[in-house]
C-alpha cells in the first residue's frame, strides 16, 4: 500500500462516517412519518454539508493522490478539517425523534449557530488548504476564482449570527451554486 493509498483510505473512512451519520438520521426521520413536522431548511443545510463533505473528499484525490511521504505533523491540518467535515455531518439532522415529535424548523433555528460555525470552519479550512499551494498571504497573488469560495465562507459565517430565514435561503443557494459550478465536473485519475 502506497503513502497515497493509506492517507485516502483514512480520508475516505472518516468521511464515509460522516455520510453514514446523516442517512442514518434521515432514515429515522423518514421512518417517523407524521411526527416529523418537516420544513425546507433542515434537509437542505443537511444536503449542502453532503456536497461540501464529498467536495473535500474528491480534493482529497488532489492533495494526497501524489503522496510519497507524510508526518503526522504535516497531515495534522487535514485531519482536523476532515474531523470538523464529520462534525458538520453529524450535527445536520437530528439524531432522535422524540416520541411526541419534531418541528425540523424548531431544530434548524436552535441549532443553526452551532451548523453555521461548523460549516464556516469546514469552508474555511477548505479555502486555506486548497489555497496554501496556489497563492500567498499577498492577496493580490490570490488567484482570481478563489473570491468565489471566500465569498462563500463569509456567507457562512454571517448566517451563524443572522437569524433571517431569507437569508438562510440564500446562503444555503449561494453556497450550493458556487459549490456545484466549481466541483461538479472536477474529474479525478486523469
Known amino acids: 500500500m502506497s503513502v497515497a493509498e493509506f492517507v485516502l483510505a483514512f480520508v475516505g473512512i472518516i468521511i464515509g462516517l460522516g455520510v453514514a451519520d446523516v442517512l442514518v438520521s434521515l ?28 467536495v473535500l473528499w474528491w480534493q482529497c484525490y488532489y492533495l494526497f493522490g501524489g503522496l510519497t511521504s507524510e508526518t503526522i505533523a504535516g497531515f495534522l491540518p487535514n485531519f482536523l ?26 431544530y434548524y433555528l436552535s441549532t443553526r449557530v452551532h ?11 477548505g479555502v486555506l488548504l486548497v489555497g496554501a499551494g496556489k497563492w500567498h498571504i499577498n492577496l493580490g497573488e490570490m488567484p482570481a ?5 471566500i465569498t462563500s465562507f463569509v456567507i457562512a459565517v454571517m448566517a451563524a449570527f443572522i437569524s433571517s430565514m431569507r437569508f438562510h435561503a440564500f446562503a444555503i443557494g449561494w453556497i450550493f451554486a458556487v459549490t456545484l459550478h466549481r466541483n461538479l465536473f472536477t474529474a479525478i485519475g486523469q
Open 27 to 54: 432514515h429515522g426521520l423518514l421512518r417517523a412519518g407524521r411526527r416529523v413536522k418537516w420544513h425546507w431548511a433542515t434537509p437542505a443545510l443537511a444536503a449542502l454539508m453532503l456536497l461540501v463533505s464529498l
Open 81 to 106: 478539517l476532515l474531523v470538523v467535515a464529520f462534525l458538520m455531518m453529524a450535527a445536520a439532522l437530528p439524531d432522535e425523534v422524540p416520541a411526541d415529535g419534531i418541528d425540523l424548523k424548531q
Open 115 to 125: 451548523q453555521w460555525t461548523l460549516m464556516s470552519a469546514a469552508l474555511g479550512g
Open 145 to 149: 476564482e478563489s473570491w468565489l469560495p
